[in-house]
Nanobody, 123 residues
């Protein structure tokens, strides 16, 4: 089970930090990532981190504003979101991948999903 937290209401230009921790039966995973889904839109990739070498992946829309980090031993991943914009408003979901891939942009690369945490950015 993946538990995401840290969402909330923030003004444009503000910051939030999301957390996602695995609980219950422990499992090893190769990477963890964040996706988001706004009302009426498809789920889109935000960021991911591969534990083996620390490689990080970002959507173009968040590069330079969001930072993913984490602790593999604790199966915990964080998403620091700065300079938030109204278009960042969405439900943010964390996910874990149990296989090694060349990248982690697609939802198909992930095996476990957590519930979402809502981020609302007001203008």
């Amino acid at each position: 089970q993946l538990q995401a937290s840290g969402g909330g209401l923030v003004q444009a230009g503000g910051s939030l930090r999301l957390s996602c921790a695995a609980s219950g039966r422990t499992f090893s995973n190769y990477a963890m990532g964040w996706f988001r889904q706004a009302p009426g839109k498809e789920r889109e990739f935000v960021a991911a981190i591969r534990w083996s070498d620390g490689s990080t992946y970002y959507a173009d829309s968040v590069k330079g504003r969001f930072t993913i980090s984490g602790d593999n031993a604790k199966n915990t991943v964080y998403l620091q979101m700065n300079s938030l914009k109204p278009e960042d408003t969405a439900v943010y979901l964390c996910a874990a991948a149990r296989r090694s891939w060349s990248n982690y942009y697609s939802t198909r690369k992930y095996d476990y999903w957590g519930q979402g945490t809502l981020v609302t950015v007001s203008s």
